[in-house]
């Protein structure tokens, strides 16, 4: 059974461009959550998608969004990129809600 | 808030020998679940364990046991017969068991492991 894709698994953008992040959950999961490990600040919850809704975000702003598309994957969207956006951004999946997460490799984004 | 705390960001222990890590929480939950992941340098994270809040029976898996203690707040990992491929990055985290399913996440302890 495959795990959870994500990809790229580096990208590199200037300060204020956008930023695409894709993610496939393992099949049959339901659930996407989004994190990110930045240096220093460790791991901090950024979005969770289930059924192809956002159910929570964490304490980022706005210009963090993402969505769920039918087949349950998901696209995480960083919006005019700062230097401090540099991070591991790791998706993780689950059956449902309640059961464990399963976590992506990551893709590492850094911003010049 | 929930928090989670590791309070050694470095442990070593030698091959084949025992080594617990620490962690503690805070909440004012009563029905929450623990986990233990490993990050090793692929950056892929693992779980390691998981332990239900209203299970008094402490989890294992293989050469991984815990120590929860819900009254104090506790919840360690014991690695025993500690190998190579067990050096990595070890976060505890926990998650509400109701409303919002997010990780919390302690700072991690990083497992050297000496031959």
């Known amino acids: 059974e495959a795990g959870v894709t994500q990809s790229p698994t580096h990208l590199i953008k200037t300060r204020g461009q956008q930023a695409t992040l894709r993610c496939s959950p393992i099949?049959?999961?339901?659930?996407v959550y989004w994190y990110q490990q930045a240096l220093g600040l460790g791991l901090q919850f950024l979005l969770w998608?289930?059924?192809?809704?956002?159910?929570n975000r964490g304490n980022f702003p706005p210009r963090f969004s993402g969505r769920q598309f039918p087949n349950y994957s998901s696209e995480l969207n960083v919006n005019a990129l700062e230097l401090e956006d540099s991070a591991l951004y790791l998706c993780?999946?689950?059956?449902?809600?309640?059961?464990?997460?399963?976590f992506g490799p990551g893709t590492r984004l850094t911003v010049t | 808030a929930q928090t989670v705390t590791q309070s050694q960001p470095e442990m070593s222990v030698q091959e084949a020998e025992t080594v617990t890590l620490s962690c503690t929480y805070d909440?004012?939950?009563?029905?929450?679940?623990l986990f233990w992941y490993k990050q090793p340098p692929s950056r892929q994270m693992i779980l390691v364990i998981r332990?239900?809040?209203?299970?008094?029976q402490n989890a294992t898996e293989n050469r991984f046991s815990v120590n929860f203690q819900k009254a104090a707040k506790s919840f360690s990992l014991k690695i025993s017969d500690s190998q190579l491929g067990d050096a990595a990055m070890y976060f505890c985290?926990?998650?509400?068991?109701?409303?919002?399913?997010?990780?919390?996440f302690g700072q991690g302890t990083r497992l050297t492991i000496n031959p």
């Open positions: 985290a926990y998650r509400s068991a109701q409303g919002a399913q997010k990780l919390v």
């Open positions: 993780a999946s689950s059956l449902a809600p309640t059961l464990e997460q399963y």
């Open positions: 099949s049959g999961h339901t659930s």
């Open positions: 998608y289930d059924e192809g809704e956002e159910r």
């Open positions: 332990q239900e809040a209203y299970k008094q």
């Open positions: 909440t004012s939950e009563s029905d929450y679940y």
